[in-house]
C-alpha cells in the first residue's frame, strides 16, 4: 500500500499509519531534500516506526549527481537522525531536491514491490 502524507501528515494519515504498523505492515518513507522535509520526517518517527525509502546520503548524492531539478537550499538547517550524514551532504552540496525529482526512481521501486 502507498499512503501519500502530502507534507505534514494530518492525524488522519498517522493514525492509519499507526494502524498499519500495529498489523505488521513495514513502513518506508520518502520525504523532499531541504530542511523542512527533514523536519517532517524527525516529526513522523516519533508518531510512527518507519525506515528510510531511497531518503538517506546517498541517495541525496546521487540525485544531486544525476542532475536532478534542484533549487537552492535555504531555511535553517535541520538533523536527519537515520542517517546522520544526509544532512551534512545537504549542508555541503546546498541544493534541495524535491521529491518529484526522484519520482521515477519512487515509482520503480513501487511496482517492482507490487510485482512480487
Not at 498517522?14 to 523536519?39: I, K
Not at 540525485?63 to 544526509?86: H, I
Request: glycine share 6%; charged share 25%; proline share 5%.
Amino acid at each position: 500500500m502507498l499512503v501519500c502524507t502530502s507534507g505534514q501528515p494530518s492525524t488522519a494519515v498517522v493514525e492509519l499509519l499507526t494502524r498499519l504498523a500495529g498489523e505488521g505492515a513495514e513502513c518506508r518513507y520518502h520525504g523532499d531534500f531541504d530542511w523542512a522535509g527533514l523536519r517532517i520526517a524527525r516529526s513522523l518517527s516519533a508518531r510512527v516506526k518507519w525506515m528510510p525509502w531511497r531518503y538517506a546520503d546517498a541517495d541525496y548524492r546521487a540525485a544531486v549527481r544525476d542532475g536532478n531539478p534542484s533549487l537552492r537550499l535555504a531555511g535553517t538547517p535541520a538533523e536527519s537522525p537515520w542517517d546522520p550524514k544526509l544532512a551534512v551532504a545537504m549542508a555541503e552540496c546546498g541544493l534541495a531536491l524535491e521529491e518529484e525529482a526522484v519520482a521515477n526512481l519512487l515509482a520503480a521501486d513501487a511496482l517492482a514491490a507490487a510485482r512480487s
